[in-house]
């Protein structure tokens, strides 16, 4: 035997072992990959059934909503006016006001009107501003959607000034809204 046949015998031993690892690679990737599918199989078919199950809690039936009284129908709609007004006029007050400042011809009566509400009115310090957007119909189909009640259990004096406080008053205090900055209530009638 000469260098050559052992090198040959040593040749064929390594592709004899390396044929081997490849093939327990190739039965391991093979359970390992029928794992993985099946793994995800059950994943895809859990997550088809939840959302299913979403779409049919979410369903509306037309029949359902067509039976909604119009009384309650138009509390809804003040509500998620109300509700929508908070969220949306923050964000559109200040860029409504520089493009009317910077944008159009009525620029000179939105810095008046601006100059008045900062240097000239005087009534968030003495409390004399009128009110007339408490006094429009839309809060009474708001107090009647939660409901709101006020109750009033002791006289007080007009003529004096008081703090009220409102507890547990949620993020939005809609109760105290209701009952103190509008008169849907007849606050002002305590």
Known sequence: MGKEDLQTEEGEREKTSKEAERATTTTMTKSSSEEKSTYYRHLFRKVGQASLFTV????????????????RRLQ?????????GLALVPLLVLPLTL?????TPLSLFMVGYLSWIFFIDKSAQTGTRRRFLSWLP???YVRDY?????IKTVDISPNRSYVFGYHPHGVI?????????TYATRFDTF
């Open 56 to 71: 049919r809690a979410a369903s509306v039936e037309w029949k359902s909503i067509r039976d909604v009284p119009l009384k």
């Open 76 to 84: 809804t709609f003040f509500v998620l006016c109300w509700l929508g």
């Open 99 to 103: 493009f009317i400042i910077f944008g």
């Open 138 to 140: 839309a809060w009474k």
């Open 146 to 150: 939660f409901p709101i009640r006020l």
């Open 173 to 181: 205090s809609m109760g105290a809204l209701v009952n103190f900055a």
